[in-house]
């Protein structure tokens, strides 16, 4: 196990200098967006001494070094200040929206997997028949529409013409579910209450789904072209002339293979459905960190677009090394190679 | 196809609900409610709509506004007495918070200093107070530093708050008061007020339940729990309300989906009588500086198209033709037969006279990114505007964004489009604010106006202590503010809200019963609920 | 070229993207002759006519100013199409000589090169294009600068991969022995066996770019009115479900349209261009 925790280590520290390099860049931006903040948080009848005041508490009279200084300071205190569009700390804000995002990114990130590997599976042996062609195209399909339009036409046929799912929320009114993970779909098991997690689980499919459907697609094209790829390779085709039985073959000798370079796709894929949640989480009423980030970024909240990018961020470098540790532990030449980062 | 389904997740939908008896035990008595995001609970920083309900029902104030009619009544006070600088104030002595703590003329005095130490929310309402005084413990006495005659309306805008509760949950910060109980009081509330909080999320929800120990008493068919949700859809709204989900939407929903609501059963509550609708001109930005580009403008204005536009239903409308500057019913407004009419020859003629010609300008129109009905008017003045040979270009706005913008002339657009409300329900919360020299360049004065007969006017209107005198100041001012067109005055307001018919709210559909107040429609103790 | 072209149309598939793409791109560029309504991609309004369902003449039915929906989604095509090839045409320059560089050279540059293309890369590209627009006005203009600022990494990656292989290939140590200058080896020798994989990027990029290009705007950030732009339609109409279906349904299937038929070629140009990665 030692080069694998050699290579954790490795990517850990890299990871660390790239959210060094994100704080600065999207500090920079949040800096040099037109307009004072401390006017805008104070509201329109703030009088000159106050908004002076609160622009000294911000240090926005600082040069921007020195801002940065005691913004780095703050985050190393765990403080990403006050959110002037909540008036909440926006750690306690991140802390409240970010695991409602993260549920939906998850469970979308399931139904990717769950759904898109299987249909490439399928395609490939089923290669250049009618069904590869009929998932060919619904896969392509499916990557060719922003989120935003799937969740519209899911919500206008399942929700409203078809009444079977939820349009918006995350759980019906009647359930009062005390907070501990923050995921519902946790929390609900840990009070033991089944019909509750019933309920939130029947709240996230739609949002989840719409969210998933590029990655569906995505997933499935991959799967089914490095399928393909490992399907004319010499052992597969004596495989094939033995005799094997075609399930087997395809579970066994063809999907393996293929298996790694489609995870490392859909890992990115995963990350960037935390961006597409932005889309999403507006439509179905969704109470997560993308709406926040929306919200804040509208209303010029510097330290809640500071605070949301950089935790989205991590988020994303850490789905990312996740992604390469599974990568290694599946195959052993990566795992002892050194990875570029 | 369709109903046979339908039926089916109705009954999907009954089961879970009827496994649900952990907290759904009174399903009945629930009120669902939504406005615009975010709500907020403390009340030195509580301004918009959303925060209203929330005040009106949480905390309490010395006075109400009379159900039907002009005037207050008293409500934490039993009487008062004043002269229009000194206002001595008598406060009932059998009101409890919601800690139990008695509430007393120290509580006021807190809440009142409090209020101008925060400086936030609606604390500019009391700039003018010089100080408080508890003379005893049911007594409290206001200094005012100048004459002020309607300074009794705007204690409707003045919560009063727990002095115990928030001075044992005192948060970081520096000076003696440290953060003033910011910290706990956006989050928790410490009032007096029929209803406590039971949860808060600014961006998602705030749940109430019933103070059983009210000093008025709650009558039992009024909302056990009521539920303010934020940000919503319009079409989650729609369809929540079609399938039995929510029971009053915001008034911000577009008239054609309040149009379907309706003609899906729902009932319709309105608002009105204490704003209007306005689109303000930068008078320092050329060519808005000269009156008659303004006065070509305001006649060139399609108020007919506007007045369509907000139609609701052949009886209801978001809105009444404008009559003048001060909204009908409000002291100084013309008649309201003397509708203005778009007349494009009149503002062809002041187009010729104005000493700038179309082609050397392009007008910027300005909307605000939270009301999608201000695009269409953005499009409406696009189109009536190009009639004259003037160009234009739209500019979508964040309300924070445009509120920091108009603090600079230079930074202000030509045309800015805004919902104004007395928010005290007096017309000089309405009016100085808007257009007193002293006040320019606020969220409600993009027009920079500057004019002595205005102020002269908007004074009078204030320190006039006889309903005849403030009359006559505001009809002055309403002549001469037509005379100068700051401001094309588009419509007066009236705020429609689509609700469900398990409802009841006589404050918000029987004239008699209204307050003249934003959002004290909505206090949820005079609301029925059926089971 | 030929023969690709000849591959493309042979397969039914991507038969099937030309032509969607075509037509796509003669809407776009005729969108005058072709709108029924041409006057309503501008300052128009008509309340006599607002929030109707497709009828004759409104065949797409009419938004809630009175404007047809079907001319303003061809005019809208023109700014997605614009916006899409000024994005590539900048992004891709500069994505492709970052990755020449950093691959080829190695070493320190490598390192710093490639370290502030994962600073970008590890921002969500929507977060950062909004993150950008936020701070600017929104024109088409700056919509164009924000997506681009996220869309070069994604070939500063693909070629600084392909790079690093081929600068042990023996024609490039050829190159060196005989004294070829960097730029030279760089853009004469490595970059022609990038362009196989950089334009199948870019033929399905040119969808991708017009899906984020609309879900800024559907977030708000796009251009202004009233100029007609797919994601904003769908994002303004999406308030009046379920009752003017038609204001989302369509913009949303336009994008669908194109999207779909550049991803179509794109698919089918990297099966004979070969694989891109």
Known sequence: MKPLARLLAKRLVTSLIVLIGVSMLIFAIARIIPGDPARIALGPNATQEQIANLRAELHLDDNIVVQYGYFIADVARGDLGISLYTNRPVTADIAQYLPATLELVLVAGIMMVGIGLPLGIWSARWRGRAADNLIRLVSLLGVSAPSFVWAVILMLLFAFYLPLFPIAGRISDSYAIAPVSGFLLVDTLIHGDVRAFGNAAWHVVLPAFALALSGIGQAARLTRANMVETYDKPYIEMAQSYGFPARRIANHYAFRPSLIPSLTIIGLDFAAMLGNAFLVEAIFAWPGLSRYGVAVILRKDLNAIVGTVLIISATFLLVNIIVDLLIALLNPRIRYSQRPA | MVAPLKSLAVAALASTMLATTTLGALAGGVLRLDEVAVG???????????????????????????????????????????????????????????????????????????????????????????????????????????????????????????????????????????????????????????????????????????????????????????????????????????????????????????????????????????????????????????????????????????????????????????????????????????????????????????????????????????????????????????????????????????????????????????????????????????????????????????????????????????????????????ARLMEIAPTIYGYDRQAVFAASDRVKVPALSDPSKAFGLDGMGFTFRLMEVAD | MKRTFAILTANPLSLLGLILVFVVVFSAVFADFIAPFPEHSGAVVDFANFNKAPEWPYIFGTDLVGRDLFSRILYAYRISLILGVVVLAIAVPIGVTIGLVAGYLGGRTEYLLMRMTDVFLSVPPLVLAMAIMGVLKPTLANGMLAVTAMWWPWYTRLVYNITRGEKEEGYVLAAEVIGASRAHIIFREILPNCVPAIVTKMTLDMGFVILIASSLSFLGLGVQPPTPDLGSMVADGAKYLPDSWWLTIFPGLAILVAVFGFNLIGDALRDILGAEQ
């Open chain 2, 40 to 478: 907020e609970i403390d009340p030195a920083i509580a301004s918009d709509y959303a925060d209203s309900i929330l005040m009106f029902n949480i905390y309490d104030t010395l006075v109400l506004p009379i159900q039907g009619g002009p005037g207050h009544a008293p409500h934490l006070a039993k009487s008062w007495e004043g002269d229009g600088t000194t206002f001595t104030f008598k406060l009932r002595d059998d009101v409890k918070f919601v800690s139990g703590n008695t509430m007393t003329a120290e509580d006021v005095v807190f809440s009142l200093d409090r209020m101008k130490a925060v400086g936030k929310g609606l604390s500019y309402l009391f700039a003018n107070v010089d100080k408080a005084e508890a003379i005893d413990p049911t007594t409290v006495k206001f200094t005012l530093k100048t004459t002020y005659a309607p300074f009794v309306a705007s204690l409707v805008r003045l919560p009063i708050v727990d002095k115990k509760v928030v001075m044992e949950n005192l948060g970081e910060g520096e000076g003696e008061m440290k953060d003033w109980g910011t910290a706990y009081l956006t989050a928790h509330s410490a009032g007096t007020g029929a209803y406590k909080i039971v949860s808060h999320n600014p961006q998602e929800e705030t749940v109430m339940e019933k103070n059983p120990d009210y000093f008025l008493g709650i009558p039992d068919p009024a909302p056990d729990t009521a539920r303010l949700r934020y940000g919503l859809e319009a079409a989650t709204v729609r369809t929540l309300i079609a399938q039995g989900e929510h029971d009053i939407a915001s008034q911000w929903l577009p008239p054609e989906v309040i149009k379907a609501l309706a003609g899906g059963g729902a009932q319709l509550l309105t608002e009105s009588g204490t704003g209007a609708f306005y689109v303000k001109m930068n008078t320092t930005k050329p060519p808005m500086d000269d009156v008659n580009c303004r006065l070509a403008f305001s006649e060139a204005f399609d108020y007919g198209a506007a007045i369509k536009m907000i139609a609701v239903t052949d009886t209801v409308s978001q809105g009444a033709p404008s009559t003048g500057a001060i909204p009908v019913g409000m002291f100084g407004a013309n008649p309201a037969d003397q509708v203005l009419k778009r007349d494009l020859d009149a503002a062809k003629q002041h187009l010729a006279a104005c000493k700038y010609k179309p082609e050397d300008f392009t007008l910027e129109i300005s909307w605000i990114a939270e009301v999608p009905l201000e695009e269409r008017f953005a499009l409406l003045m696009q189109a009536n505007y190009a009639e004259l040979g003037v160009k234009s270009e739209i500019r979508k706005m964040p309300w924070a964004l445009f509120a920091e913008q108009v603090s600079k002339p230079e930074n202000t657009p030509h045309m800015s489009q805004l919902f104004v409300n007395a928010v005290t329900g007096d017309p000089d919360t309405l009016l100085y604010g808007m257009y007193h020299s002293s006040a320019a360049g606020t969220w409600q004065s993009p027009e920079y106006l500057n004019d002595a007969e205005v102020d002269k006017q908007l004074d009078a209107g204030r320190t006039a202590t006889t309903p005849e005198g403030r009359e006559e100041a505001y009809s002055a001012l309403n």
